[in-house]
């Protein structure tokens, strides 16, 4: 006689979060347009009519992949002091360039467009902008982003070659500017 298999238990937050990373890494090596439901839910191993029931739409799970990443890099949680090393050291990492090249890839599609722009406005400046505080905290926000984007599209995707040590120092101390220019006016 045969033993009963117990039944495979479902966890729906592991579930969900291998489908947001799969989505996370299809979206930000190929991009919106070239990235369907059907590859991801193969890729985190899911039927697709479960990434339906979990997202929607793709624009929806686009979105959700995004924040999640964004957070999951704790960007908006790290110590003001050494920021801009500690910024540069993640940036120059392959893995860590993912973000960019999927805000990067996401310009070519109308759609993700949109939702980048969202996700930029109403997360990732919003966030940055508490972070740094005053004074002139969108300001701020605004020149650390456009520098981190600009420094990881060049440098990880634009060169080849390792980024010169000098390169990686100017980065850290620019970022480090921007930080410190709040602090510095704190009575």
Known sequence: MEAKREPRRRDSAKTKARILDAAFALFSS?????????EVAEKAEVATSLVVRYFGTKAALFEQALVRALYAQGFFVRDKDAF????ARLVIKDEEARIPA???LAIADPESRDIARKVTEQ???KSLADWLGPPDAQTRALHMLTLMNGFTIQTR???SGDIPP???RWF?????AIVDQGRAEIP
Request: cysteine-free; hydrophobic content about 45%.
């Open 30 to 38: 190929q991009g919106y347009a070239k990235t369907g439901m059907r």
């Open 102 to 104: 999927m805000m990067v």
């Open 123 to 125: 997360v990732v400046l």
């Open 157 to 159: 995707h634009l060169r």
């Open 172 to 176: 850290a101390q620019s970022l480090q």
């Open 84 to 87: 801009g090393e500690e910024m």
């Open 166 to 168: 000098e390169t990686v």
